[in-house]
Every structure is written in C-alpha cells, then in structure tokens.
C-alpha cells in the first residue's frame, strides 16, 4: 500500500516560489525513499502534487543527480511507466560519534549505505583532539574522491553521547562544541551537524527506520543516562541538551520519599535484574503520564545496550505497561528500535541528511 504525506503547499500570489519549490522536492524524495521507486504519476498521487509540478521537480532532481530513473515497466493496462529511485551517488555524508574513550566515522551515500568506517581511542575526552581527527578524515575522504565527486560530499554530523567530551550537557558547552566543529566546516567548505547522540539515533529511526510508515511516536534513548522524548509528524521535539524538553527529566516514583528523574534510572552495560525492572516501570510510569497529555501509542526504545539486555528490558517494559490502570495502555505498542546498533557513527550522518533533505514540520 502506498503511503502517502501532507499536501504539497499550494502557491499563493507574492509566495517564494524558490522556497516552495524546495519544500516539495524535499516531500518528492522524502516518498522515494520510502518506497524504494515511483512514477510520476505515482509521486503526484501521493504528494498531492499536478502531474506537470510533479514531473518537473523529478526533472530537475535527476538533473542534480539526487534521483535515477530505471528501464521502463510495462503495467497490466496502459503505457509503460518509469520508476525513479534515489541515486546512491547522489549526495554523502560523514557520521561522527564520540563517546567517553571512542571517537568513530562513518562515511555513508546518500541511501545510507556505509562506504567506510574508521574508529580512534581518546586518551581524554579531548575536543581538540576530536576535532583534529575529525578534519582528518574529512580531508581524507575528499581527497579519494573524483573530483566530479567532492561536491557530492555535503556535510558532517556529529553525535556526543552522554558521556562524552566531559558530559557536561549545558548550553555553552554544547556553544563550545559547535564552535570547534563550525571551524572545521569552514576549514572544509563543509556544513556542520552537533548533536546528542540520542537526535542522531532517532534521526536514523525517522529516515530508515519506523519513521516512513509512523509520523508520531514516543522515543527512548537508553545509555549512560536515559533521555529522547516525542516525535510528532515526523519532527523531533526532544532537546539534545540539558536546557529544553527530554524524556529523562520526568519524575518517576522509584519507592522512596520522592520521586527521581527518569535519566538517573540507566543501568550502563551491566545492570542487574532489579535495576533493568526499575528501569522498565520508570519508563513506563513516563508512557502514562505522556500519553495522558497527547496520544502516544508506539513507543520506541533503542540505545547501546547489549542485545540481550535490551531484549529483557523490552520483556519487562510491556509487562511494566500492561500492570499500569491508566486509559489506552492495551493500545501502547512498545517495540524495540531498528537503528542504534546497525553503525552507531551512520545516526550522526543522518542529522545533515534530515536537515538538508527531509520535509519540515
């Protein structure tokens, strides 16, 4: 079944027919990448776009090489049709995550498939160092590239995860962060992406994961402090920092005189039995109280986490949902995510991908 989005903006008299342009090319490749290939006809349908708009953003986007067309399919009735399919070549991106003794890249194509990979222990939580090995890279992928190519190399994102570069999760430091990266964009001629490593892994999950088929959903973040937060029509509404909205700031009632934030609930790498069902009812007592505010029925949680160990904090969740008495749990899917452990540095590469390249709210 085809899935379709929002109906494409309609032009108004004094519009920017630059910028409206821009967001339907967005909403064009945004269903491409969604169902693999579609015609023309198909992406009018869906987009609610004229056949003759339609054809010319394809047009113009087969032109700039973000979109490939096939040999021609004869259908049951009818002319034959043409699928258009995004081109791999099209558009890449470097992905960099730095956790607290690991900075690792992933250079990834414009479907996210992962050219190369290269990891580097961190003596320190050193931003200098980072940045140095990041430029590196950078500059190293360039220069294999053709040089029809290198223009194809758009941009860098960079993940940190709770731990990482100090931990420190305020404005400024995050000021600081972005500061040291933007150098090194400028240095490349190369936009910049900084973010928590929880954005990056559900920037993943909204590009290649549940995000096609589910526009709204409540995201958990599990590492070394839990965090994530709602996504709605597709756009993430969580903060990467400690200043804005996050799921971890939540008060849970954990059995003692007062209630803690949910964050503080984590169980790292080598939780025990009693700590992973702490966690799973903190998690669930945050499901109630969200979708006791907005509808909240699919719930992703995705994280680092051993496989194993993720698989039981799932187990203990949906029983955790089942126990609660509270309106619409039996319609709470809770499922585990599909991106976190796939390449941790490809959520990162994805932040440039959603900001460049995916419709906006």
Known sequence: MLR?????????????????????????????????????????????L????????????????LLVAGSPVK????????????????????????????????????????????????????????????YDQADR???????????????????VASGGLSGDRSARRWSEIENA????????NLSINVSSDAVAACSAELIYGIGPTVPDFLYVFLDSAVGGGLVQDRRIRFS?????????????????????????LAIGDNGNANAIGQLAEGIACAIANCAALIPCQTVIVDGPLPAHMLRL??????????????????DIAAREGSMARKSIAMGAACLPLLDRYYPEA
Request: proline share 4%; charged share 20%.
């Open 240 to 264: 990467r920092d400690d200043t804005g909205p996050d799921l971890g700031k939540l008060l849970i009632p954990n059995g003692k005189a007062r209630p803690v934030q949910l964050k503080n």
């Open 75 to 134: 259908g049951k009735v009818g002319q034959p049709y043409v699928p258009l399919s995004l081109d791999p070549a099209g558009a890449s991106f470097l992905g960099v995550h730095v956790d607290k003794h690991e900075v690792r890249t992933a250079h990834v194509n414009f479907v996210g498939e992962v050219i190369s990979e290269t990891a580097a222990q961190l003596a320190t939580d050193d931003l200098e160092q980072v940045v140095k090995h990041v």
């Open 181 to 188: 990266f933007h150098q090194v964009g400028r240095s490349l």
């Open 4 to 48: 379709g989005s929002k109906p494409a903006e309609i032009a108004r008299p004094g519009s920017n027919h630059v910028a409206l342009r821009a967001v339907n090319e967005r909403l064009v490749l945004s269903l491409i990448r969604a169902h693999g290939s579609l015609s023309k006809a198909q992406l009018a349908e869906l987009s609610g």
């Open 50 to 65: 004229a056949a003759q708009t339609a054809s010319v953003i394809t047009r113009s986007l087969i032109e700039a090489g």
């Open 313 to 330: 904090v799932m187990a203990k969740l949906r029983s955790a949902i089942a126990q609660l008495d509270f309106v619409g749990n039996a």
């Open 141 to 159: 992928i360039r220069a294999q590239l053709d040089i029809d190519d290198r223009s194809r190399f758009q941009a860098i994102g960079v993940s």
